[in-house]
Each structure stands twice: as structure tokens, then as C-alpha cells.
């Protein structure tokens, strides 16, 4: 296994389902370019559930912390942090199960991990040097994972907002919204914040320049 130096810079950007994340996340990858970002999502370690039949997988909570495999992207990341490459699982968000192909990643100057539920975990919040929180109003963020799980992952309308108020809200409420305190920047309004880009921007391109 090839190992690289590294002093990697770890950015969590945290938010409840359809705040935002994706929009802020890309305006920095876009911004710096794939030569300098690694970008994770959480979304990739959901646990494979291959040997549950398909009707049962539609009844798992997946906006539980026990429904992703939180430990295996940690151990991804320390190897990361130490110069090595990773393997980060692919996931059907059709079938709720996980692809028999890995995506390899090699170690580069800055990390970005998104996802919901980051924040609610010690072991991984300790390896983020910068946590950032995007807050969005409940109806657009609602609106917008309505939108998402239509076009991306083929799901009904009855069933997202089933979801929605069996699983997601009050996970939202138990999980998401508290692990807001452990943030070091919040970014009011969604990724349409300009002055909030603006700084992220201006921050990593000063950890990029000590790199």
C-alpha cells in the first residue's frame, strides 16, 4: 500500500436533510479543485442490508447513527490522516444495500466529511479541524429532500413523507439539531449565504498555503 505524506486539514459540514450541505460543499471542491479536496459523505458507510429482504429494508430508520458504519469511516480517515489511500464504500440508495465496488481515494491537503449526523459522533468530530453547521428552515429543507429523493433515488412521494414524519423529523430533532452546539461556524439561510462562503473560502485557501 503506497503512503503519502500528509498533513491533511479536516472540515465537517454538518445540517439536517436538505439544508444545504451539497451546495456548500461543491462551491469549495469547485473552488479549489479535486487535486486539493477529498470530499466523503457520511451517506457512503450506510450499513449494507443485502440479507434483510427489500420490504424490510423500507422499514429501517436510517437517520439513526446506528444505521451508518461511523466507525469504518474513521478508521478510513486516520489512515488518510497517516498518507494512506482508503477504500470508501459505494451505496444503492435504491436498494438499500451496498455496491460491490469501492471508490479508491488518495490523501490530499484538506478532507471535507458531510452528512447529518457527523456531529453526533466524539470519535469523529475529534478528528475535524474546522465544524461547520448549515441551517436551513424546516419547510425548505423538507421541500428539498422531496425534491431529491424523486429525481435521485426513485422514491414516491407517500413514502418520503412517510419517512419524513416516522423517521426523519424526529431524528432531526434527537441527533441533528442538538450537535449543532459542538459547531465552530454556523451558516445561517443555506448555501445561498455569500459572506459565509465568502470566509470558508478564504480560510482554507490559508491552511492550503501552509500545506
Given at each position: 500500500?503506497?503512503?503519502?505524506?500528509?498533513?491533511?486539514?479536516?472540515?465537517?459540514?454538518?445540517?439536517?436533510?436538505g439544508?444545504?450541505?451539497?451546495?456548500?460543499?461543491?462551491?469549495?471542491?469547485?473552488?479549489?479543485?479535486?487535486?486539493?479536496?477529498?470530499?466523503?459523505?457520511?451517506?457512503?458507510?450506510?450499513?449494507?442490508l443485502?440479507?434483510?429482504?427489500?420490504?424490510?429494508?423500507?422499514?429501517?430508520?436510517?437517520?439513526?447513527?446506528?444505521?451508518?458504519?461511523?466507525?469504518?469511516?474513521?478508521?478510513?480517515?486516520?489512515?488518510?490522516?497517516?498518507?494512506?489511500?482508503?477504500?470508501?464504500?459505494?451505496?444503492?440508495?435504491?436498494e438499500?444495500?451496498?455496491?460491490?465496488?469501492?471508490?479508491?481515494?488518495?490523501?490530499?491537503?484538506?478532507?471535507?466529511?458531510?452528512?447529518?449526523?457527523?456531529?453526533?459522533?466524539?470519535?469523529?468530530?475529534?478528528?475535524?479541524?474546522?465544524?461547520?453547521?448549515?441551517?436551513?428552515?424546516?419547510?425548505?429543507?423538507?421541500?428539498?429532500?422531496?425534491?431529491?429523493?424523486?429525481?435521485?433515488r426513485?422514491?414516491?412521494?407517500?413514502?418520503?413523507?412517510?419517512?419524513?414524519?416516522?423517521?426523519?423529523?424526529?431524528?432531526?430533532?434527537?441527533?441533528v439539531?442538538?450537535?449543532?452546539?459542538?459547531?465552530?461556524?454556523?451558516?445561517?439561510?443555506?448555501?445561498?449565504?455569500?459572506?459565509?462562503?465568502?470566509?470558508?473560502?478564504?480560510?482554507?485557501?490559508?491552511?492550503?498555503?501552509?500545506?
Amino acid at each position: 500500500m503506497k503512503k503519502t505524506k500528509t498533513n491533511a486539514f479536516i472540515i465537517g459540514v454538518a445540517g439536517g436533510s436538505g439544508a444545504g450541505k451539497t451546495t456548500v460543499v461543491n462551491l469549495i471542491c469547485n473552488h479549489f479543485g479535486q487535486q486539493n479536496i477529498l470530499r466523503i459523505e457520511h451517506d457512503s458507510y450506510y450499513r449494507d442490508l443485502k440479507h434483510m429482504p427489500f420490504a424490510d429494508r423500507l422499514k429501517q430508520n436510517f437517520d439513526h447513527p446506528a444505521s451508518l458504519e461511523t466507525e469504518l469511516l474513521i478508521r478510513h480517515l486516520k489512515a488518510l490522516l497517516k498518507g494512506y489511500p482508503a477504500q470508501i464504500p459505494q451505496y444503492n440508495f435504491a436498494e438499500h444495500i451496498r455496491k460491490n465496488t469501492h471508490l479508491e481515494v488518495q490523501p490530499t491537503p484538506v478532507i471535507i466529511i458531510d452528512g447529518i449526523l457527523i456531529f453526533s459522533e466524539l470519535e469523529l468530530r475529534e478528528l475535524m479541524d474546522v465544524k461547520i453547521f448549515v441551517d436551513t428552515d424546516d419547510d425548505v429543507r423538507l421541500l428539498r429532500r422531496i425534491q431529491r429523493d424523486i429525481s435521485e433515488r426513485k422514491r414516491d412521494l407517500d413514502s418520503i413523507l412517510l419517512q419524513y414524519e416516522t423517521y426523519v423529523r424526529p431524528m432531526h430533532l434527537k441527533f441533528v439539531e442538538p450537535s449543532k452546539r459542538y459547531s465552530d461556524v454556523i451558516i445561517p439561510h443555506g448555501g445561498k449565504n455569500e459572506v459565509a462562503q465568502d470566509m470558508l473560502i478564504s480560510m482554507i485557501q490559508r491552511q492550503l498555503d501552509l500545506c
